[in-house]
């Protein structure tokens, strides 16, 4: 093996990469493209979620392709996750319209995989604590970075679905915040007044407006 080539294991085939390439570009470099879905080759979209294991009993888990740099005795194995449809938000997520959307709110038996397989570096596990408790606003924060790649929701043995409830609670803030009638804009009469008449009438009323500093009453 050459200085700077690093030997791992990819769905049980050897390949060699160049040491400091992230384990999908050495998938490429090797030919294995078609092994492993990848999107954005940035972190951000979530598709190339691998797990990862080393043969000499090195600590592994879930991580993404194109972050994770090749090391010598990994193995890695693609774990895509299946999307599931997305639920309806609410107007503003309360406890009971959370647990009705996701009955599987109160199944978390806190064994914390999810906050381990996140790649993001989410509290997953803590978030879930927070939605039982109905703090909408520190898991909206939590999950402002989740790329959705599902991987909480592939380790989660008891099927709570962490990441979908994560982004039902945004939505659900989002969609109330649209639906709050705009506060009346101070500034709104003032424009109707400026913009009002032909351009001569226009002009005549700019000029009395910078002169007087607001319009007539
Ligand atoms: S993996 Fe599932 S059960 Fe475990 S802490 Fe996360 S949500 Fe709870
Ligand atoms: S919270 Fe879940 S879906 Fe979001 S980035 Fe972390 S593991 Fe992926
Ligand atoms: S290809 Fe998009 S996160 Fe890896």
Redesign the pocket.
């Known amino acids: 093996m050459q200085s700077g080539t690093v030997r791992f294991k990819f769905s049980g085939e050897p390949i060699e990469a160049r040491a400091g390439e992230t384990l999908l570009g050495a998938l490429w470099a090797a030919g294995r493209a078609e092994g492993l879905q990848a999107g954005c080759d940035g972190g951000v979209c979530?598709a190339c979620t691998v797990t990862v294991r080393f043969d000499d009993g090195r600590p592994g888990g879930t991580d993404l392709a194109c972050m994770r740099l090749v090391e010598a005795g990994m193995e890695v194995f693609p774990c895509p996750v299946e999307p599931v449809a997305a639920k309806a938000p609410a107007c503003g997520p309360s406890p009971e319209s959370l647990r009705a959307a996701y009955p599987t709110l109160d199944r978390c038996t806190q064994c914390r995989s999810?906050t381990t397989?996140?790649?993001?570096d989410?509290p997953?596990m803590d978030s879930v604590l927070r939605m039982q408790r109905g703090e909408w606003q520190a898991v909206a924060e939590d999950?402002t970075?989740?790329?959705?790649?599902?991987?909480?929701?592939l380790v989660c043995e008891d099927k709570v679905q962490?990441?979908n409830m994560?982004l039902w609670v945004r939505r659900s803030m989002a969609l109330a915040e649209e639906t709050v009638p705009a506060a009346p804009d101070p500034g709104a009469g003032e424009w109707a007044w400026l913009l009002d008449g032909d351009r001569e009438e226009r002009l005549r009323r700019a000029t009395e407006f910078r002169r007087d500093g607001k319009v007539p009453a």
């Open positions: 979530g999810c397989a996140c790649p993001m989410i997953v999950f970075t989740c790329i959705h790649c599902g991987l909480c929701r962490p990441h994560g």
